[in-house]
């Protein structure tokens, strides 16, 4: 306490000079209306740039939760649509063979679920590249469920563990998958030449199909997606090796340098049309 007397009177000349500089601020701040709005301005703008800041800071440490919660509602939407086309397809067929009523009750589970996922390593080293994703087995994933992005196919699982998964993706020469253009029921099969990662290519179309540059090219039969998910779209006719059949270069519609979140495909039916497919091949 006697220290803290004796710095008091050693600096007293100090906290006068400040007590009557307050004192002049507070007279000329009270008594004079310009003086007090521009100190009430300046307060403002600095009090909102704290609050700004401060909004800033806390949005970003919850950014992640907020994304999740994006990524899982989405999940969601994607399985209510793909519910909702299997229900429009019923009603056409039913109205194709001439029944007037659609009984509700009579449309089947929903196919497909969605599983929310983050790309938690990518390897684009060389022509053998994987993503690996955040989620595994404990999740529900298994290999061969399709995985897509917001923008469109990404790649299949092939390995699993309790934690984790590894996705071969579309740039990968061993995948193939059944596609065809929009408005087309002529398929052909993708695959990567292991040349430009945002470039895969269309193979197996007939010479005679019509096609336009931007034509949308969209995933066709296929055990691991649904159909009609788009994949890319046509940018060029490429180099074929059979003059009967076209090849074409498609720009794919998933960025994979930017790939950050993905939804992983479970078929609710893969299990039984597998098995009951696999019988023919024994």
Known sequence: MRNLFNFI?????????????????????????YQ???????????AGMFY????????FFFLKKSNQLLLEQNAELEKALYALMADNNSVEVSDSVGMNAFVADSVGPPQFVFIPAKVVNLSFSGVNNFITLNKGASNGIKPDMGVISQRGVVGVVSNV?????????????KFRLSAK?????????????????RVAQLQELPRHEPFHEG??????????????????YVSETGESG?????????????????????????????????????????
């Open 215 to 232: 034509d949308t090219v969209l995933t066709s039969f296929s055990r691991i997606f649904p159909k009609n998910l788009i994949i890319g």
């Open 52 to 59: 700004t800041a401060s909004d800033n800071i806390t949005s």
């Open 181 to 197: 253009l929009k408005n087309s029921e002529n398929y052909g099969s993708l695959s990567w030449d292991g040349k430009n990662i």
């Open 161 to 173: 563990s309790p934690n984790f998964s590894v996705v071969i993706p579309v740039i990968n020469p």
């Open 9 to 33: 009177i050693r600096n007293s000349h100090w906290l006068v000079a400040i007590l009557f500089v307050a004192f002049s601020f507070y007279l000329v701040f009270t008594h004079n209306s």
């Open 36 to 46: 007090r709005s521009v100190y009430l301005t300046s307060a403002n703008n600095v």
């Open 242 to 282: 059979d003059d009967n059949f076209n090849t074409f270069n498609i720009h794919l519609a998933t960025d994979f340098y930017t790939l950050q979140d993905v939804l992983v495909i479970n078929d609710l039916f893969y299990e039984e049309q597998k098995a009951l497919e696999d019988i023919l091949q024994k």
